[in-house]
């Protein structure tokens, strides 16, 4: 795989969740088995704007040529899926999410190891 197609995905993804956090938070979190409090719905919709942001950048770097400037969303981009992962693995063992929050353990861990291996073999052209 390129990175630009894990750069399209990624952000293609994140569009839609981010799209589905933004507008119907309570719903989108009631699917996994979990309600939110207004303050839930607050910092959903604010990590919908992370999401929606993240995946313009994405977007804009499939047309980047430096690789530095490729190399750090690729590290940040690791970083963020690393720790989504672990934090989606612990509340998935505590019971607190449903099955389908599974769906999310291993999204999570798809993308960090496909973003490890861009930062361990440093193909970023």
């Given at each position: 795989m390129k990175l630009n197609a894990l750069f399209i995905i990624t952000a293609i993804l994140g569009l839609f969740f981010g799209i589905l956090m933004l507008i119907i938070p309570g719903q989108f979190f009631d699917f996994y088995g979990g309600t939110l409090t207004n303050a839930g719905k607050y910092n959903g919709q604010l990590v919908a704007a992370a999401y929606l942001g993240i995946s313009t950048l994405l977007l804009i770097a499939t047309k980047a040529k430096e690789a530095k400037g490729r190399q750090a969303i690729v590290i940040g981009s690791l970083v963020h899926f690393f720790i989504g992962f672990i934090v989606a693995l612990r509340w998935q063992i505590l019971g607190e999410v449903n099955v389908w929050g599974?769906?999310?353990?291993?999204?999570?861990?798809?993308?960090?190891?496909?973003?490890?291996?861009?930062?361990?073999?440093k193909k970023i052209d």
């Open positions: 599974w769906t999310t353990v291993g999204l999570f861990a798809l993308l960090a190891l496909a973003y490890a291996y861009f930062a361990v073999t």
